[in-house]
């Protein structure tokens, strides 16, 4: 991106100053005049070679020139920890599957490792997302119910179910029990959809980043306590490094692939409407737990935690291929740190059931 103020103020310097005012001004000048440069990029035009996912540059712009991969990586029981290349995702949502239980839906699109999972199967919020990113879906299966949605959506030629696959685009692992051990290569799919004519340049815009701290932070913003019915996540701040390194049930959450824990340079709490639907995800002895939808469409109250600071927010997707973006409670747009990004959806506080779900921040 070419920023013409610096390049007009230069102009000035040499039209109307006297060489040596001007030899004099110019350091002076031309640190002015990088302080006051925005770094603000986004909401709709980025600069060639940066993902418009993380507000990054990637090692290969071709790399941007393909979909997003939407992959269902399963986070229950606690055996499936440590996920394979979970910590590689552009971004990923940690949403309510059923009975308590959350599932990420990780968008892979700057870099993606060779090893996802362990893979799981679809859920409702999945038909949101997958057109939101104009994206790839790799998932195990679905429940009658959702995969009648997924194959009947205007996506449908870009679903890949694993079931259905082989290797190299799934595989079991067999020193981890079934139905635990689904794994994909990202890079794989990747190649089936060019060959399948479904892989394109996608128009991705919504989102804006920004290195320089936002005002109206709040303190404190460092330490996120979250519970979900049968889960608990906690984020702590390092201002050693400006990120926050996720725990999963009291304990550090990595990623099998590095060994690495996981990190982000923004978490954001989603609130959003849970509604349960009429689809059977599961049953079993007798107790039926049905599909929910989670509605991630207009818009709803957020929190952004970046910097150690957590900014009230509004999450905003005015249509359905549009990005989730933030806005400032007056309207303004809110950046994001350049980096990953982890959504947290959650019940809007009127759906909690205090005793087994919150959110503290310390």
Not at 174 to 182: C, K, L, S
Not at 244 to 262: C, K, W
Request: hydrophobic share 40%; no cysteine.
């Amino acid at each position: 991106m070419i920023h013409y103020r610096p390049l007009l103020l230069l102009l000035a310097f040499v039209l109307t100053g006297t060489a040596s005012a001007f030899h004099h001004n110019t350091t002076e000048s031309f640190s002015s005049i990088l302080e006051n440069a925005t770094t603000r990029i986004g909401p709709d035009d980025f600069p060639p070679g940066v993902n418009p996912l993380t507000g990054l540059p990637v090692d290969d712009p071709a790399m941007l020139q393909r979909n997003p991969i939407v992959i269902k990586v399963s986070n229950a029981p606690p055996l499936v920890r440590p996920q394979a290349g979970i910590g590689a995702a552009d971004l990923v949502f940690e949403h309510y599957a059923e009975g308590g239980l959350t599932r990420f839906s990780a968008i892979y699109y700057g870099q993606a490792p060779e090893r996802v999972g362990s893979i799981r199967s679809a859920r409702l919020i999945d038909y949101e997302l997958v057109p939101m990113y104009q994206g790839l879906l790799a998932f195990s299966g679905a429940s009658i119910g959702v995969e009648d949605k997924l194959n009947t959506s205007e996506f449908a030629d870009r679903i890949f179910k694993g079931v259905l696959f082989g290797r190299p685009y799934y595989w079991r692992d067999d020193a981890i029990p079934v139905p635990h051990n689904m794994f994909t290569n990202p890079n794989a799919l990747w190649q089936m959809a060019e060959v399948n004519g479904v892989n394109f340049p996608p128009d991705l815009h919504g989102m804006v980043f920004d290195e320089a701290v936002p005002e109206g932070g709040i303190e404190p913003g460092r330490f996120i306590d979250l519970r979900y019915r049968a889960t608990r996540v906690r984020w702590e701040y390092d201002s050693s490094t400006g990120l926050y390194y996720r725990f999963a049930d009291g304990q550090g959450h990595y990623d099998a692939n590095t060994m690495e824990q996981i990190t982000a340079e923004n978490v954001v709490i989603i609130f959003a409407d849970h509604r349960e639907t009429d689809i059977v995800e599961s049953e079993f002895q007798g107790s039926v737990s049905y599909s929910i939808e989670i509605k991630l469409w207009f818009e709803g109250d957020a929190i952004l935690f970046r910097d150690g600071q957590q900014f009230p927010a509004r999450w905003v997707r005015p249509t359905r291929e549009d990005l989730i973006g933030l806005r400032t409670m007056d309207g303004d747009f809110l950046p994001l740190k350049p980096g990953q990004t982890w959504y947290q959806v959650i019940r809007p506080t009127e759906q909690q059931t205090p005793e087994e779900e919150w959110l503290r921040i310390e």
